[in-house]
């Protein structure tokens, strides 16, 4: 699947947890297992989503990952798993003491941030013990101790309180001639399956494999619910799937990629089988 490594210029983790795994971005129609990190190489000329495009060559903290459950989230620098906690307020950590070793703080040493073209907003917020920590979209990010390899995501829905941290918005409102082109938190292109039902996917199997589920990490009898960009009308929610993954809904219709798109924008799947629509506002 396509996605990106975002960019935290003049900070650096503090919690190291192995060497850093490098790897080659991925375009969203390349053929990906369950999980797979995806890492900038630097020096690269640009990333792109949503047709814009940004250059600069600094040392990451903050990169992307993509997971077939739970779908693109947050990992620090070594590719180990971030989390959002459900206790915490906007700007403000309610995770100290005993819950800070077992979760530890994604720090800071600076408050400049400067991600490249990710959804949503990074900041850093002081704690109660002075240290700097880094928020996303308000909300501090942590690791957790029990994961012991990249990729790792045993803290999902840790006592209904802990989730991994996806990319918001959800989806995003992509400005084209046509109105506004519904898209996933990487800028590809969302699809409805004219044979799914108010809140039902009949696209499993095969079908999924090639029209993967817009999903997420999602909990929302818990307060933990995916949100909307500027200029996206209509209801997120979020229904269950047979594996037990959490699918995105507009208006209770499933959402969806098509594995055949490439870049962010694209629309190759749009009438296919006379079933598949682009989102479309």
Known sequence: MHARQWLVPNRQAKHRRGPRQRGRPAPLSAPAPATRAFALILGLAA?????????????????????????????????????????????????????????????????????????GSFSVITRDDGTKQVAYNGKPLYTWKADKK????????FHDTWWVANLEPAVQALKTADGNL????????????????????????????????????????????????????????????????????????PLYYFRGDGTPGQATGDGLLGQWAKVVQ
Do not use: H
Not at 211 to 224: K, Q, S
């Open 47 to 119: 990333l792109t989503l949503g047709g814009a495009a940004l250059a600069q060559a600094v040392s990451p903290t903050v990169q992307v990952r993509y997971d077939a459950k739970l779908g693109y989230f947050l990992t620090d620098a070594q590719g180990m798993t971030l989390y959002v906690f459900a206790k915490d307020t906007k700007g403000k950590s309610a995770c100290n003491g005993p819950c800070a070793e077992a979760w530890p703080p994604l720090v800071a040493d600076s408050a400049s941030t400067a991600p490249l073209n990710a959804p």
């Open 182 to 253: 519904l898209v996933g938190p990487t800028g590809m292109t969302l699809y409805t399956f004219g044979k799914d039902g108010p809140g039902t996917s009949a696209c499993s199997g095969a079908c999924a494999a090639n029209w993967p589920p817009l999903v997420g990490g999602y909990d929302t009898a818990n307060g933990n619910a995916p949100t909307a960009g500027d200029g996206v009308k209509g209801t997120l929610g979020v229904i269950a799937r047979a594996d037990g993954s959490s699918q995105l809904t507009l208006d209770s219709k």
């Open 150 to 157: 990249p990729g790792d995501t045993t803290g999902q829905g």
